[in-house]
């Protein structure tokens, strides 16, 4: 079936249907008249937005019905289609917008007016709404009586999404005391910060917890560079790792957490897994998640689309909405929403996104100017830093958002170089840049438990005893303290030593870059993993630790998230192990 969105000129609405297939011409749902096709997907247009229309001759616009397409740069006013010019224009332009924007203080009360009038001509749809509602409904008391036992909790990011969740979740359940969580990335704009305040203060019953980074994102991007659309760093430091620490505070807590993703959200979204929509027991396979897209979400690695698996499961209310169902619900239940989206934004988060449009980075540029001109310096000064020829081409460009890697970077990262030990079978020994202390133990337990009796600390010797599942039945370690060199044998490996020393290599490469970020302990499954990074504490407790390695393996060929973000690819130098005493005592002459 095709969905659009089709205008009627006796009802002056827009109203959703389904077809066959996609045709120019439908019956009105309301009264019946022809009504035209205009796209598949449309968005509100607030006063701020329309004032950038009428800077191009579209105006006043007090009173008109004005859409947005979600898929196209078209706007459709009382049925007819205009567009702004190019953002190459927009951007030229952008002081005079600007000032044409300052020239009026009516904007609240013009948008006051303006709810009122979508909420009229929204009526049209009520049907439809009802519908996608009684579905949601059905699915939430379904999903709530199969995990009664679990703590209930509504992922809240203050976009209009969760929004539609949170109402969703309380309504069907008929309960105020559902757990919110925030995870306040510390980026979000003034206006998320705002309407956040605003919901605890209109919802007192609602339990709200805010989860909240510990590290500053400006002196990290001075360290490990700017998050690109690859390196999306950020998600997991400031948005995954706090949400994980909070629900570690839980203890074996068991949640069931509701989202407000939806799979019409952008390409990779749309392979979500599809089962029947009209299933109640799609919970826990509605959404198959790859890495990144968890990260986005702030959803820990222990959230689990496998309901008698994990520690968490996750269901998404809305998975198959659309954005013209999300704000038909908003409208029509006359829900408070994020004032950001009636500057023009169609999404809110982390302002400077590196996965923002050129449209948001627009509408940045006019409503928070002194927050995109101090980004716009730190990016200018990391490109002079990387030897950039024109930086600021390359900011204007986009083109740090493409950035790959530590390239440039005084402190761009290559991967600690494994050799075979050729004096000793199945011993490899491994060239770091920062002296062994005594943190080095932490990054070594996932390859498996120390055994204190079987390790001889005078010698710097840590003996770690394999897990079940490992393909290795122990490793033995000489780490002498404030040596570079490290040398592990591998006791009766059940895999090739070059699979093997991968884990090692990966953990030393972690030992030697570790900033705390948090990103190991949010994708621990177990929850091993403790990091505070104020106390530059790293632990790992190897009695609840399984041995699965995700937290070695999940960042690929460097093992850490900090170290992806600076390994510089392809031009990497073997280190060449140093002649003469390392340190080290044979381990078959002791």
């Known amino acids: ?56 001759g579209h105006g006043p616009l007090l009173t008109e ?102 109402d969703l979740v309380r309504r069907a359940l008929g309960r105020s005391d559902i757990l919110h969580v925030f995870g306040d990335t510390t980026l979000e704009d003034e206006n998320t910060y705002a309407y956040v305040r605003d919901f605890r203060e209109q919802n007192p019953l609602v339990p709200f917890f805010e989860a909240r980074a510990e590290h500053d994102f400006h002196e990290l991007v001075d360290e490990i560079g700017p998050p690109s659309r690859v390196m999306r760093w950020c998600c997991t430091i400031f948005k995954a790792g706090p949400i994980n620490n909070l629900l570690q505070t839980l203890g074996d807590q068991k949640c069931l957490t509701f989202y407000g993703i939806r799979r019409d959200e952008s390409v990779r979204r749309s392979n979500y897994q599809d089962p029947s929509r009209n299933s109640p027991d799609r919970v826990g396979t509605v959404i198959e998640l790859d890495r990144d897209a968890k990260e986005l979400y702030g959803i820990p690695a222990n ?73 716009r310096a730190q990016l200018l000064d990391f490109a002079q830093r990387i030897g950039k020829p024109d930086p600021e081409e390359y900011i204007d460009s986009r083109a740090w958002v493409k950035r790959f890697g530590g390239a440039g970077m005084p402190n761009s990262f290559t991967a600690p170089e494994t050799r075979a030990c050729g004096d000793m079978a199945n011993t490899v020994q491994i060239e770091i840049e920062r002296p062994v202390n005594v943190e080095l133990e932490e990054f070594l337990k996932p390859l498996g438990k120390i055994n204190r009796d079987r390790s001889r600390a005078a010698l ?30 591998v006791l009766n490996p059940q895999d090739s030593l070059k699979n093997i020393s991968a884990y090692i290599r990966y953990q030393a490469g972690k030992f030697q870059t570790c900033i705390q970020c948090t990103a190991c302990s949010a994708v621990c499954p177990a929850g091993a993993i403790t990091i505070k990074p104020d106390q530059r504490i790293y632990e790992i407790n190897q009695d609840v630790c399984t041995g699965c390695m995700e937290c070695v393996t999940h960042f690929g060929s460097t093992g850490c998230l900090v170290a992806k973000s600076l390994s510089v690819y392809g031009n990497s130098k073997p280190q060449v192990a140093p002649a003469g005493n390392s340190g080290f005592v044979p381990i078959d002459s002791l």
Not at 36 to 42: A, F
Not at 142 to 158: E, M, P
Not at 339 to 365: F, Q
């Open 303 to 375: 959230v689990t689309v496998d309901a008698k698996l994990g520690q968490h499961v996750m269901a998404s209310p809305i998975v198959d909405w659309t954005e013209f169902d999300v704000w038909l619900y908003i409208l029509l239940n006359r829900l408070h929403f994020n004032k950001s989206y009636r500057l023009g934004y169609t999404r809110v988060g982390c302002w400077l996104c590196p996965l923002n449009s050129d449209w948001s980075e627009l509408i940045g540029s006019i409503f928070f100017p002194e927050d995109t001109a101090r980004w």
């Open 460 to 489: 710097g010797e840590i003996y770690l005893e394999g897990r079940k599942g490992q393909k290795w039945d122990a490793m033995i370690v000489q780490a002498p303290e404030n040596s570079t060199t490290l040398r592990v044998t």
């Open 65 to 166: 019905q004005v859409w947005r397409s979600s898929k196209s740069v078209y706007y459709y006013i009382n049925g007819e289609t205009v567009r702004l010019p190019s953002a190459e224009t927009l951007k030229e332009n952008l002081p005079a917008i600007g000032d044409f924007i300052a020239d009026s203080n009516h904007y609240d009360a013009v948008d006051e007016q303006l709810l009122k009038m979508y909420h009229h001509q929204l009526e049209i749809n009520r049907p439809h709404l009802n519908n996608l509602e009684d579905e949601s409904f059905q699915y939430i008391q379904h999903v709530g009586k199969r995990f009664r036992r679990r703590l209930f909790l509504v992922s809240f990011s203050g976009g209009k999404d969760s929004t539609v969740v949170s």
């Open 1 to 56: 079936m095709h969905e659009g969105i089709y205008w009627c000129d006796n009802c002056q609405a827009v109203f959703k249907a389904k077809t066959a297939r996609q045709v120019k011409s439908v019956a009105c749902v309301d009264c019946g008249n022809e009504s035209r096709y205009l796209t598949t997907d449309v968005r509100p247009v607030f006063s701020r937005e329309r004032r950038i229309l009428q800077f191009y």
